[in-house]
């Protein structure tokens, strides 16, 4: 019996390191020796610092990390794809493959007992190697780096379904609340597809300087009392044409609708929490379309690595801090602190 390491996440922001056996792929399921796995923002909301996540968000104790990316190293039976030596992005949710959603390309969304997501109730990333479903697995091209792959497999992928749904273009201006990595990657992304003036608003300075830095953003606004009045005076007092709330927060939300232009449409990605609102002056007499966006589907991930390579970007532009596997504790506390950018674990 072969062994490797893992990391598991007890609920109480630390990381326990385990052993556990090497699996083998069963009926098409492929092996991937681990590259690189990095950490979204749903890990510490819902399971670092405790287990919070109920239904698709419930952890069930497994080897933690969402966003896999890695090399074929075995394949099992029937696989009808991949070979050892393909390097692929895991899509993190296998879904059951037959009801709507999974049809849909949708996994995230199966209600099935057979939905089981990496990283929450099957084996995720932080690990030496990952069990995955042939499946659910998407080649990397070749420009890209197993990085880049591992922010596509949950953070951009959420970013970019955002703002398909909010079917940005040129001509629009964006408003992006939160430059968490969510954000960063939205800012990135919307610059692709035509957008600007972009402009994004956080409370830590320390996020507002990284997406200046990389120049990710044109107008990086600090989210205090005055925002709302800074981005209707940068608009001519219209507001955006598209925004996206990649923060979670409530005054976030309420920010990106009341500076959204009338008839304009807004995309809510960033988890958790509650939010209230006048309806009839942010909403309704303002014409605008709010859209809900959970992560992305299997197509449009495939989609957005094509294009990355088109628009010759590279998602790890947004990683501050990368650690090896046994330095996981200090990757989660950086995390944690809500100041970096991406942070990511890379095996070699
Ligand atoms: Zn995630
Ligand atoms: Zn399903």
Known sequence: MTTMNGVILPGDSTVRHIQAEVPDPGPGQVLLKMKASSICGSDIRAIYRQHLGTGPEAYK???AGHEPCGQV?????????????DRVVV?????????????HGYMIGCTSPHRAAHGWQRDGGHADYILAEEATCILLPEPLSYVDGALVSCGFGTAYEGLLRLRLSGQDRLLITGLG????????????MGAGPILGTDLAPERLQIAQDHGLVDHAIPADDAAADTIAELTGGRGCEASIDCSGSAAARVLALQSTRTWGRCAFVGEGGQISFPVSELLIHKQITLYGSWVTSLRHMEDLLEHLVRWQLHPET???????????DQAYRIADQGAAGKVCIVMD
């Open 73 to 85: 190293v075995a394949v099992g039976e029937g696989c009808k794809r991949l070979a050892a030596g």
């Open 91 to 103: 899509y993190h949710i296998a879904g059951c493959g037959v009801c709507e959603e999974c049809r």
């Open 318 to 328: 947004v990683v501050t801090h990368r650690f090896r596997l046994d330095q996981a």
């Open 181 to 192: 990595p969510v954000g960063l990657a939205a800012a990135m992304l919307g610059r692709a």
């Open 61 to 63: 104790g497994v080897i």
